[in-house]
């Protein structure tokens, strides 16, 4: 996301003409349930965030079979982390093509992401401290989970 103002948690954009920019990384539920979310600078690597990203999706979560993976997020420690926890890594490598096909497992990732960025102080980023976009993001993962169990 766009980061106008600056301020924690923003770097140089790669791909925005090095704009100052926000990534959210996002481990959802097979059915679309956000697990765990972190804010990062656009330019850190995604392969720096994993280690966090799967020791919160463990807490809410009691087990996890598979982990499916963007190839930013493929490297032989994060495959070791993930086999040492009894979890089945399927990281797509970097150089090989997409292997869910479309509207098959992306989708699910990419339809939270939507709904965690209909919060707009996240998608505009107007914020510059980082705790307040980690709070605005973790308050939108509640929102989308509270939206689901108001279904049943």
């Known amino acids: ?19 100052p920019g926000t990534k959210y990384h996002v481990v959802v539920s097979t059915d679309g349930l956000p697990l765990a979310a972190l804010p990062s600078a656009a330019n850190v690597h995604d ?8 020791r919160l999706a ?3 979560c009691a087990r996890i079979a598979r982990l499916y993976a963007d190839a930013g997020y493929d ?6 982390l993930c086999l040492r926890e009894g979890i089945q890594p399927i990281i797509r490598r970097i150089g090989q093509p997409h292997g869910s096909g479309l509207g098959q497992v992306r ?5 939270a992401n939507a709904w965690l960025l ?10 510059r401290k980082g705790a307040i976009v980690d709070a605005l993001l973790t308050a939108a993962c509640i929102f989308v989970v509270a939206a689901r169990l108001v279904e049943f």
């Open 75 to 80: 490297s032989a420690d994060n495959r070791w």
């Open 58 to 60: 463990m807490v809410v």
């Open 1 to 19: 996301m766009r980061a106008k103002r600056g301020g924690a948690l923003t770097g140089p954009n790669p791909t925005d003409r090095g704009k």
């Open 107 to 111: 989708c699910i990732v990419e339809h």
């Open 118 to 127: 209909n919060n707009k102080r996240l998608d505009r980023r107007h914020d």
């Open 47 to 54: 392969t720096r965030l994993f280690p966090d990203l799967l």
